[in-house]
């Protein structure tokens, strides 16, 4: 695990405080309505590389956007799909996975028993560590098409987004890249 760099840390939290008001100060937002306005729902990785709404082109207000580590398809995320389509509306699942991602350079068994040796717990959850982000995508796409809470399976779409390039590269249910032609925007 990573050393503890808390001695030359310094929180975040007042600037972003300011920087919030600043936004406020000139936000246009609250007209928007909770349910997505192109009924979509984006299932991505956190990684701070990933500005989702810049590489997808997408506006607040058009989209859910559920982001955890790898942006692996979890139980919670389950849920919240579940969700997003039953009660508000959504009726596309797009995955984004990346290249690059930080899952692929963990050794999830040496993580657990490092959390064990240090807390004396090994944890309950799985890392779900990965080398090959478009056979993840895979994965990923098969959870949803195999859970029964997931309404919606005719419009599941994987990506693998290149984080040297910003593109993204269609996956299909073999884990090789498809060719998807895109549709111009206007």
């Not at 503890?4 to 007042?14: H, L, Q, Y």
Request: hydrophobic share 40%; with cysteine; charged share 25%.
């Amino acid at each position: 695990m990573t050393s503890d760099t808390s001695s030359r840390f310094t929180a975040n939290v007042a600037e972003l405080v300011g920087r919030n008001r600043r936004y406020a100060e000139r936000f246009v937002d609250a007209d928007l309505q909770v349910r997505p306005t192109r009924q979509l729902a984006v299932v991505t990785c956190m990684d701070s590389r990933i500005d989702t709404f810049a590489v997808l082109g997408l506006g607040n207000g058009e989209a859910h956007i559920i982001r955890n580590a790898g942006g692996i398809i979890t139980d919670d995320v389950i849920r919240s799909l579940c969700l997003s389509q039953r009660f508000l509306g959504t009726r596309e699942i797009v995955l984004v996975h990346h290249t690059d991602c930080g899952l692929q350079k963990v050794d999830e068994a040496e993580f657990r028993d490092e959390l064990a040796a240090e807390l004396g717990v090994k944890p309950w959850w799985s890392l779900e560590t990965f080398t090959d982000p478009y056979e993840d995508v895979r994965q990923s796409m098969q959870r949803l098409f195999m859970t029964p809470f997931i309404r919606h399976k005719d419009h599941i779409s994987g990506f693998v987004y290149d984080v040297t390039d910003g593109l993204l590269h269609a996956v299909g249910l073999d884990g090789r890249r498809n060719a998807v032609d895109p549709v111009p925007s206007g």
